[in-house]
Structures are given as C-alpha cells and as structure tokens.
C-alpha cells in the first residue's frame, strides 16, 4: 500500500513539474508541488509528513530540472 502511493506521488511529482520555461523556474514549482503531495501522502498514510515532503521535494526538484518545456509545459509559475 505505502509503495503505491509513494509511487503515485512520484508520477504527480513529475507530471505537476512542468511548470516554467527555464531551469531554474521548473526545478523550484517541481519542488515545491512534490513537497507539498509528498507530506499530504505522509500524513494520509500515518507515516512522517516531514519525510514525505522531503522526498516528494527532492522528486519534483529534479523533474523539474531534468524536463524541459518541450517535453511538459504548464506555463507561467504563479510567482513570476
């Protein structure tokens, strides 16, 4: 059960880091979606919110880096 939805948050973590058209924009909303699905699924499974957010960061972070905006484009972050 903890293995599927580690897995799941791990496709969300890099189907959500698309978005932004440099590097840097990509590797930062990629991270903060993934940390931010990653303590929602430590929490909904009783494991540790911090660790999931820690994990689901560093997944989405590097989606984000390793994608370019060919590959996903969910366009402008919010912040810029």
């Known amino acids: 059960?903890?293995?599927?939805?580690?897995?799941?948050?791990?496709?969300?973590?890099?189907?959500?880091?698309?978005?932004?058209?440099n590097r840097t924009d990509r590797a930062v909303t990629g991270a903060g979606l993934g940390a931010a699905g990653g303590a929602a699924i430590?929490?909904?499974?009783g494991g540790s919110p911090l660790g999931g957010a820690v994990i689901g960061g560093l997944a989405g972070g590097a989606a984000g880096a390793l994608t370019s905006p060919r590959d996903v484009n969910l366009g402008r972050p919010i912040y810029r």
Not at 1 to 14: C, N
Request: net charge positive.
């Open 1 to 21: 059960m903890h293995r599927t939805l580690i897995a799941v948050a791990l496709v969300g973590a890099f189907a959500l880091s698309g978005c932004g058209y």
């Open 42 to 45: 430590g929490a909904v499974t």
